[in-house]
């Protein structure tokens, strides 16, 4: 049974408490990696709670962006849970990041959405998880609106290092800040499963992807149409084995029929909310799967 919320002890994380975090978030059955928790706490800032055993049982970080920060990893031990400690922690996060000119945005599942909604976040749009333990033959299908040539010219090929400076634009634009350290990253957890499409040595879009402790994490995918955000896809997938996620925005519907064609289940839905705005910074004309809830 959980002691009282009086003696916990609130701390300022940092990437000596990566293991700590990966196994509270293991305990509560998350996908996240030790590797995820150090890239995080090196690049962000957060506060966890210790217990009178010095035990880590909840965390809250924030990833700085530019004008608004990613919130994430808000979460409590289960048997600490009902006693305000996400609230608190959460509370810290924000006020912190607002004081520095930071919006906070954040994805929420929709028990999550309640919360935040009450504390000032607004629904931007929305998102889903899919998920499948085995994916099936997945064959981009021809797009019946775009011109053969066109279909024909596209150019699906390993993404190496030198090329993510030309996808810099694009998605800064996309995402709404610089990110490309986290693409640099995230090609050296999985370089096999990096591609990037091109028309006529033109950029047409980009996947990358990361290992996690129960399923390869697909994500970021940007892409000009369905046709380059499948055969994106079917690279990605094609590299990597085992259980997949991939978090796909909603007005992608005809990609999400297609990943169902692929053995693709329906996870969980989750809400893009941004505190004190009725819109996001981003540009989501190129959008098709985020990088993950935990980093936007």
């Known amino acids: 049974m959980a002691a ?5 002890r609130q701390i300022d994380l940092s990437p000596a408490h990566a293991e700590a975090g990966f196994g509270l978030s293991a305990l509560i059955g998350w996908n996240q990696t030790v590797e995820d928790w150090r890239y ?3 690049h962000g800032a957060g506060v966890g709670v210790l217990d009178s055993e010095d035990t880590l049982i909840g965390t809250a970080m924030a990833l ?3 004008r608004f920060a990613w919130i994430c990893l808000v979460l409590v031990a289960p048997g600490w849970r009902r006693q ?3 609230t608190r922690l959460m509370d810290a996060v924000v006020q912190r990041q607002e004081a520095a000119g930071r ?3 954040l994805d929420a599942t929709p028990d999550g959405r309640e919360v935040y909604r009450r504390i000032g976040f607004r629904d931007v749009w929305r998102l889903a ?3 499948a333990e085995r994916v099936e033959a997945a064959a ?3 797009p019946p609106t775009l011109p053969s040539i066109l279909h024909d010219a596209l150019s699906v090929r390993p993404l190496e290092a030198a090329d993510l400076a030309r996808f810099a634009a694009p998605d800064r634009r996309l995402f709404g800040a610089d990110r490309l350290e986290l693409l640099f990253h995230l090609r050296r957890r999985q370089p096999g499963a990096a591609f990037g499409a091109w028309r006529e040595g033109r950029p047409a879009g980009y996947v990358l992807a990361r290992d996690g402790r129960e399923a390869v994490q697909i994500g970021p995918l940007a892409a000009a149409d369905d046709a380059a955000a499948q055969s994106l896809a079917a690279a990605a997938f094609d590299a990597v084995t085992g259980p997949v996620y991939i978090d796909v925005a909603d007005v992608r519907s005809g990609f999400v029929r297609w990943l169902e064609s692929c053995g693709f289940a329906l996870q969980r839905p989750y809400i893009r909310m941004i505190r004190g705005r009725d819109s996001g910074f981003d540009d989501s ?3 098709y799967a985020i990088a993950g809830p935990e980093l936007g």
């Open 84 to 86: 305000g400690i996400a």
């Open 285 to 287: 004309s190129l959008l």
């Open 4 to 8: 009282s919320a009086e003696t916990l």
């Open 140 to 142: 981009p299908e021809a």
């Open 40 to 42: 995080i706490l090196a």
């Open 103 to 105: 919006i906070p945005g």
């Open 129 to 131: 998880r899919y998920q």
């Open 64 to 66: 700085p962006y530019g």
